[in-house]
């Protein structure tokens, strides 16, 4: 089976630096993803690793750590739009992919 | 290039009722899965089509169905509607492959009262 940890709730301050961990226990591993999704509306791509190392996106970064089942997702710059929830997805077997339960993130001023 | 598209988008059912749901893939996707979200949870995947068949399932009872045509639309039905049955359901398509990132829908808002 598929087991992701993620914390639930994360406040931080516009401008800032925030670090999102997620951890994972799965029986097939194709990539991990993570997804933004805002209040009311869909999850949105913002990452895919699957090998070891961090990827870079402009002001958001993920890396990847297969070997502790660890992922984490940095956020640059905090902006007040990115309040949102964070969601950690692995890609087992059989196509599955398995979310976590999100980190509300909240950007204050 | 067209997003994925979900109808309807909010829909009351009593307990017991069927219900079906609508997925319109983004184009050039063969791969739809749907999925449930209740609130302040994350997606839990119910299944996923690919070239009209099953190709994969969640921890989910066998009065959740689904249907891949040929245009890569799709449908999630269930049946004997039950209280706990209301959430979020969203449907994604992707290419085939486990490191396709999923593109979702705006999902339907399911109340079963």
């Known amino acids: 089976g598929q087991n992701i940890d993620q914390p639930t709730e994360m406040t931080a301050t516009e401008g800032a630096i925030v670090q999102i961990n997620c951890t994972y226990q799965?029986?097939?591993?194709?990539?991990l993803f993570w997804y933004q999704q805002h209040a009311g509306e869909a999850p949105t791509f913002l990452s895919y690793n699957v090998l070891d190392g961090l990827e870079e996106k402009g002001r958001f970064s993920s890396f990847l750590s297969r070997s502790k089942g660890y992922s984490y997702l940095l956020l640059k710059e905090l902006q007040m739009k990115d309040s949102a929830s964070y969601l950690c997805a692995v890609s087992g077997g059989y196509q599955k992919v398995t979310f976590g339960t999100g980190t509300k993130l909240q950007v204050i001023p | 290039e067209t997003g994925v598209t979900q109808s309807p988008t909010h829909l009351i059912k009593t307990r017991g009722q069927q219900v079906t749901l609508r997925c319109s893939s983004q184009s050039g996707h063969n791969t739809v899965s749907w999925y449930q979200q209740a609130l302040g949870q994350g997606p839990q995947f119910i299944f996923q089509?690919?070239?009209?068949?099953?190709?994969g399932r969640g921890n989910f009872p066998p009065r959740f169905s689904g249907l891949q045509f040929p245009n890569y639309s799709s449908e999630l039905n269930v049946n004997a509607l039950e209280l706990d049955d209301s959430a979020l359901y969203l449907c994604?398509?992707?290419?085939?492959?486990?490191?396709?990132?999923?593109?979702f829908g705006n999902g339907t808002r399911l109340t079963v009262t």
């Open positions: 089509y690919y070239r009209e068949e099953e190709n």
């Open positions: 799965t029986s097939g591993f194709n990539g």
């Open positions: 994604a398509s992707s290419l085939t492959g486990g490191n396709s990132p999923l593109h």
